[in-house]
């Protein structure tokens, strides 16, 4: 690969570059809007790369939780500028700045990125798969699972919710589920047995398509009528990203009209695994929160 450092020059991203990382997304047929870049900046930080006109030629992101690790997500390069070594140079940066930090990094990586991630010394764990539902199907009725009573999210819901959350995805990460809780709100859901809450659902809006996850639920059943009532509620077109433990789910998902579009690697650097328990995390919030 060509170095090409002349070129461009590294910064760090704010609101002003917005618009340039939406040129970046949507080079990449990725389904991030504006709220999207603006979320994850104000959560996290972004570094990208800028040619001499001021546009955004590559970018990443990194969004810290808890004291242990952080994401590493929007590895972008325009198609015009590939094949210079960009990705590689955003990918170390960010690992620079972490490893400062002292935390590890994990990424879900597309089957194009998954070498150059690789060569950077990340690490394969397990995977999961990207599924899509272009038009709304009738689905089974949420009702009828026997002891499972379905409502919508409430306030007084959060300490649970994340108490729940807290094992499954390895760290605290209430800033961004609140933030994803009120960007969508009909699909914010929670499912419980007794006064016991033992699943709940997101979603998002996206340029392409609405995103339902995450989804983190103690069983099957549980996670099948969260989102049954959420394919009740959530016009299409929807994403999912469903953990590939989670044979069970995929099958049903199938049934329902989804099908597959891409598979997604979950990849460490600098820990000996992944964070939290896929057991309990049925899909994902989407490769660029985690």
């Known amino acids: 690969m060509n170095s090409d450092t002349g070129a461009v020059h590294e910064h760090e991203l704010g609101e002003q570059h917005v618009a340039g990382a939406m040129m970046l997304s949507r080079a990449a047929n990725w389904n991030q ?6 979320m994850m900046l104000r959560l996290g930080r972004g570094f ?14 990194v969004l810290p939780y808890g004291n242990a690790f952080a994401w590493m997500s929007m590895v972008l390069v325009s198609p ?11 990918l170390r940066r960010a690992l620079a700045y972490l490893q400062s930090l002292g935390l590890a ?46 409502r919508c999210l409430a306030e007084a819901d959060w300490p649970q919710i994340l108490a729940l959350d807290l094992p499954a995805f390895g760290a605290s990460r209430e800033p961004l ?6 960007r969508l709100p009909e699909a914010g859901l929670v499912a419980e047995r007794g006064d016991k809450i033992c699943g709940y659902l997101l979603g ?20 099948q009528a969260l989102l049954s009532h959420a ?38 650097h600098g820990a000996e ?11 994902v919030a989407g490769p660029e929160l985690g």
Do not use: K
């Open 80 to 90: 015009q500028h590939r094949r210079h070594g960009y990705a590689s140079r955003m």
């Open 105 to 150: 990094a994990v990424l879900d990586a597309t089957p194009a990125g998954h070498e150059v991630y690789v060569q950077e010394g990340l690490r394969d764990t397990w995977s999961f798969q990207r599924y899509s539902l272009p038009e709304a199907r009738p689905v089974s009725d949420w009702q009828n699972v026997s002891g499972l009573n379905l």
């Open 48 to 61: 990208g790369l800028s040619a001499v006109d001021g546009s955004l030629v590559a970018s990443i992101v």
């Open 33 to 38: 809007n504006e709220a999207d870049w603006r």
């Open 231 to 268: 394919l009740a509620c959530v016009p299409a077109p929807l994403y999912i990203d469903i953990v590939d433990r989670h044979s069970s789910l995929r099958s049903w998902a199938l049934m329902q009209g989804f099908s597959v579009q891409r598979p997604f690697t979950r990849m460490v």
């Open 177 to 182: 589920l609140r933030a994803l809780a009120a």
């Open 204 to 223: 998002r809006d996206g340029r392409e398509a609405r995103q339902l996850g995450p989804l983190v639920a103690a069983d099957l059943p549980a996670a």
């Open 273 to 283: 695994r992944a964070p939290g328990n896929c057991e309990s995390v049925m899909l």
